[in-house]
């Protein structure tokens, strides 16, 4: 199985590699851009809401994502998972499409979640 994460969270990062070691194929990435270059293969993506921002609260970063995510000819097929903001987090609002995402978890994101999600594909 293959899996691709988007986050600028050290420990969310540190999580996913201590799930899938060498057992998997993981790729980190800071930037969604980059990550969608690589969805070829993979099976399930994860996307921390908090880095698809371009300002803090602000929503629109993570619409940009969407759009270009749902365009995309390889990402709109790999299933997605969000990374929701940290409770205290304040987002200026939260859109959704149908059928666009497969799941969202909340924080902690642990490394028992990761392994849990191996089985969702």
Do not use: C
């Not at 969270?9 to 590699?17: G, V």
């Not at 390889?74 to 409770?87: R, S």
């Amino acid at each position: 199985m293959n899996f691709v994460l988007v986050t600028r969270d050290a420990e969310i990062a540190q999580a996913a590699t201590n799930a899938y070691g060498t057992h998997y194929g993981l790729k980190v990435f800071e930037h969604w851009h980059s990550a969608l270059s690589q969805l070829e293969g993979v099976d399930l993506m994860f996307v921390d809401l908090v880095a698809t921002l371009e300002e803090p609260g602000k929503i629109e970063g993570y619409e940009r994502f969407a759009a270009a995510k749902m365009a995309h000819e390889i990402g709109a097929k790999v299933p997605l998972v969000v990374i929701a903001p940290p409770a205290d987090y304040e987002v200026d609002a939260m859109v959704g499409w149908l059928n666009f995402v497969f799941a969202m978890v909340r924080r902690p994101v642990t490394e028992k979640l990761f392994r849990q999600a191996s089985g969702w594909v």
